[in-house]
């Protein structure tokens, strides 16, 4: 017999990862990549090589890519590359994912607030959100550079709760990494893990604590009460 999800009560908003779980942004981010290959003599990688390390920004993608790692030499200037790269194509590709412009709209007919943590930094976040039309809708939007630690510390959680004037346990989080429900959890607020996103065969998401993990966006809406 399968049971009924987990309700909540008094979840006041609702907040997202980004990558990964409101936008498919790995198109631009392997693009950027495959770029950087090509300018270094390497050959494209293939999109399904690439989009499991989307949510893991340019410390996976250089990882992936060059093998380069962040106590590497050469990972500084490797990092800035790649990031220029993906300034030049922020959001040529990237979407929502289907779902999440009717759970966006459900939230608000709802009367509840909805926001943004996560670890991109706001020169590519703010952006990216006006150019997808979200950053007005938006209560918050906390980047990986608003607080002095980013996921999974629970210092961006515990500011955009303050920033949609509702406590931790009144936020409900989605993520599709590991550090999303960390932080979540260090912050004392519910977290549904999105397995729409970028998870890989690596990951299992059913050891991280979140309260559920959830097949598509609209799925959000059977853990509120």
């Known amino acids: 017999m399968a049971t009924e999800p987990a309700k909540l009560a008094g979840i006041r908003a609702v907040l997202f990862d980004l990558d990964g779980t409101l936008v498919d942004t790995a198109p631009d981010l392997g693009h950027a990549l495959n770029l950087q290959r090509v300018r270094h003599g390497l050959?494209?990688?293939?999109?399904?090589r690439i989009r499991p390390q989307a949510s893991h920004g340019a410390r996976g993608l250089l990882g992936l890519g060059f093998?380069?790692?962040?106590?590497?030499?050469?990972?500084?200037a490797m990092r800035e590359e790649f990031?220029?790269?993906y300034a030049a194509n922020l959001c040529h590709r990237s979407r929502p994912f289907p779902?999440?412009?009717?759970?966006?709209?459900?939230?608000?007919?709802?009367g509840l607030k909805w926001g943004v943590?996560?670890?991109k930094p706001a020169r590519f976040t703010e952006?990216?959100?006006?150019?997808?039309?979200?950053?007005?809708?938006?209560?918050?939007?906390?980047?990986g550079d608003t607080c002095p630690q980013p996921k999974p510390?629970?210092?961006?959680?515990?500011?955009a709760a303050e920033l949609c004037g509702a406590t931790p346990a009144a936020c409900l989080y989605l993520g599709d990494a590991e550090r999303d429900i960390a932080a979540a959890r260090a912050a004392g607020m519910p977290a549904l893990v999105?397995?729409?996103?970028?998870?890989?065969a690596h990951d299992a998401p059913h050891t991280w604590g979140a309260l559920a993990e959830i097949r598509h966006p609209l799925d959000t809406l059977t853990h509120l009460a």
């Open 127 to 143: 952006p990216l959100m006006s150019l997808l039309d979200l950053a007005e809708r938006a209560a918050c939007i906390v980047s």
């Open 43 to 48: 050959a494209p990688l293939a999109d399904d």
């Open 67 to 76: 093998d380069v790692q962040p106590d590497d030499p050469r990972f500084p």
């Open 99 to 110: 779902g999440v412009p009717e759970l966006l709209d459900a939230i608000e007919a709802r």
């Open 153 to 159: 510390h629970p210092a961006p959680m515990l500011a």
């Open 194 to 200: 999105a397995a729409w996103g970028y998870l890989d």
């Open 83 to 85: 990031l220029e790269l």
């Open 117 to 119: 943590v996560t670890n």
